[in-house]
């Protein structure tokens, strides 16, 4: 059998062995249900998911009781989102988000338009970067949210987070960031940073799918959301649904070898990918870069190549798993909004592909794709003659 090498880690990464190792007792002996404290089982359940929440806020410098578990990135954006709208007493609501962010928040913002929400749009620079200054210009006395992606999921662009945050605080405006793709490859200060709601999610950090958290900078002192999901009072009634403890402890685990590991991955990733990037652009003719050659997540390269398109691309390349679209909205296969929005052209964007490099490639596996790439464009290019 073909051995494909794995390079889409922005969409969703391998579950680490130490990861797995500590999710199975929760998942075969170990089955309580954490709210039924009346026994051993569930005591010791509700213990693990103490750990896991420790953990899960070590990692990003919040505290135990600001974090609420959820079952993704895309739950703990819609419950921070709709939770502060709900809450708001105010007669006219304004957002201000980005064109480039997940649909997890695009869509969430198309449905509260219907409801007389203003939202709007940023545009990033052509490297993908939103720009304070605009942030700052488009406030409106009525602004109560600004929503900005902490890195870009298709061309890993990393946003200036911090003087963003700063300049919410300094306006008392409420700031969300959804950090799915910085979490665990950048330091993430949520104090430093002036973060109020971030969202997160273990699978993108060789955690298990189905489980997601979201910060809540002072969950305990204002009354700050309103709950989306309604029933048992799990979470301080933020949300509610039995604990998936196995999921949540192997998300505590896969935060805690991430905050042993951030260090050494970041600069070897960086290495790598600036590496794939300076050998490609190099033998390849026509070789562009979408986003930002320096601020942006270690782990993402995202790069055309003139006049290869994706589907000889991935005819081609059947032994590289390699992202086309975007990756978690792919199956529309719509011309990606994000490439679109820095300034690409159609053709542009229908030569650009993903490389999501992470914690289980190999340096052999690098160098094989510096060479296999070229190699494989040159067959397409031959081809086409
Ligand atoms: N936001 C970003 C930036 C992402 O990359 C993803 C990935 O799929 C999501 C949100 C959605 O995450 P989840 O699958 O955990 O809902």
């Known amino acids: ?57 070590d990692l990003i410098n919040a505290e135990f009781s600001e974090i609420i578990f959820t079952s993704s990135t895309t739950e703990s954006i819609n419950l921070a989102i709709k939770g502060v709208i709900e ?54 006395p009525d602004t109560l949210l600004v929503i900005i992606m902490s890195a870009n999921n298709e061309i890993g662009t990393i946003q200036p987070i911090g003087e963003i945050g700063e300049l919410c605080e300094e306006k008392n405006i409420l700031f969300l960031t959804d950090a799915a793709q910085s979490v665990g490859k950048i330091p993430m200060d949520v104090k430093q940073l002036n973060i109020d709601f971030m969202a997160f999610s273990a699978h993108k950090i060789y955690g298990p799918k189905g489980t997601g958290a979201l910060y809540v900078r002072k969950l305990g002192d204002k009354n700050l959301l309103y709950p989306q999901i309604h029933g048992g009072g799990q979470e301080k009634g933020f949300r509610s649904g039995t604990l998936n403890v196995a999921g949540i402890v192997g998300f505590g685990k896969a935060c805690e070898v991430c905050k042993r590991k951030i260090f050494d991955e970041f600069n070897k990733h960086t290495v790598w990918r600036d590496r794939i990037i300076q050998n490609l652009n190099a033998k390849i003719e026509g070789t562009f870069l979408n986003g930002h050659p320096v601020k942006r997540i270690p782990n993402n390269i995202n790069i055309g190549f003139k006049g290869i398109s994706n589907s000889l ?30 300034g690409r052209i159609k053709t542009e964007i229908s030569c650009s592909i993903r490389i999501g490099i992470g ?14 790439i070229p190699d494989g464009i040159n067959k397409i290019k031959e081809k086409l003659l």
């Open 1 to 57: 059998m073909q051995r494909i090498i794995y390079l889409d880690n922005n969409s969703t990464t391998k579950i680490d062995p130490e990861v797995l190792d500590a999710m199975m007792p929760y998942l075969k002996e170990k089955y309580g249900n954490p709210s039924s404290t009346s026994h051993t089982f569930g005591r010791e359940a509700s213990a693990a998911v103490d750990i896991a929440r420790e953990q899960v806020a």
């Open 87 to 140: 809450n708001s007493e105010r007669e006219k609501i304004h957002i201000i988000t980005t064109k480039i962010e997940h649909k997890a928040v695009l869509n969430v913002c198309k449905y509260l338009e219907k409801f007389g929400v203003e939202v709007t749009y940023l545009s990033p620079d052509s490297s993908g970067i939103i720009s304070p200054l605009n942030v700052r210009e488009n406030l409106k």
């Open 313 to 342: 691309f991935i005819n081609e390349f059947s032994d590289l798993a390699i992202s086309t679209g975007s990756a978690c909205s792919s199956e529309t296969l719509e011309p990606s909004y994000v490439l679109s929005a820095i």
């Open 359 to 372: 914690r289980f490639n190999t340096e052999e596996e690098i160098e094989y794709i510096i060479k296999r």
